[in-house]
């Protein structure tokens, strides 16, 4: 009986290793954590970077790969999360993969955040960040082509200033396409494992 029951407990550990993440419903470790979806033609719309030149998401970003991110230089919580996580997601990276990624901040509050705003705003993050402005219509323009939201900005009664509700997911665009989002709680070790990976992917 101890010669038989030697098989049968091979056969059990075989089994239960091999379902490893699939039986327990739990994710590769290699998987992404950001969510991959059919790539979103970007509008060919240009905003204006902080040096006050033309500049086209469709066409302008020329990295293998671009992250955008929506948010407004006075934002108190949000945006300087995300922004923190990715400046800190790109010192993990080398500097092979570093050199193929270029980060984009558009901004939801074009009134105020002026081209100069907007530079000295990300020159605390990276300065090789880029910053983009422009009219509101075309910020929202833009941000609908990538399925991201931006909400209408209200003067509140007690003369605050209240943007709405504006999306906080950060986008991977890629000739011209947006293919993955990322939510504003991926760490940056998430980031920098799904950059790399979609990175060795092309």
């Not at 909400?151 to 991977?172: F, I, K, N, W």
């Not at 989002?181 to 979609?198: C, E, G, Y």
């Amino acid at each position: 009986m101890r010669f038989l029951a030697l098989p049968v407990l091979l056969v059990l550990i075989g089994v239960l290793t091999g379902c490893g993440a699939a039986g327990t419903g739990q994710a590769p470790a290699s998987a992404m954590t950001g969510q991959e979806h059919t790539p979103y033609q970007l509008s060919d719309t240009a905003l204006t970077d902080t040096e006050g030149e033309p500049f086209s998401l469709a066409t302008d970003a020329d990295k293998p790969l671009t992250l955008v991110f929506y948010g407004y230089t006075s934002c108190p919580d949000e945006c300087p999360l995300v922004m923190s996580s990715l400046t800190a997601a790109l010192t993990r990276l080398d500097d092979s993969d570093r050199d193929k990624v270029e980060v984009v901040f558009v901004t939801t509050d074009p009134a105020r955040d002026s081209e100069e705003v907007l530079r000295e705003y990300l020159d605390r993050y990276d300065k090789e960040f880029i910053g983009l402005t422009g009219d509101l219509k075309d910020i929202v323009t833009l941000a609908e082509s990538m399925r991201l939201y931006i909400g209408e900005a209200d003067r509140l009664p007690s003369g605050g200033y209240d943007l709405g509700v504006h999306d906080t997911h950060v986008s991977a665009v890629s000739q011209g396409q947006a293919s993955v989002v990322w939510s504003m709680n991926t760490s940056p070790k998430q980031f920098a494992d799904d950059i790399h990976r979609l990175l060795t992917q092309k």
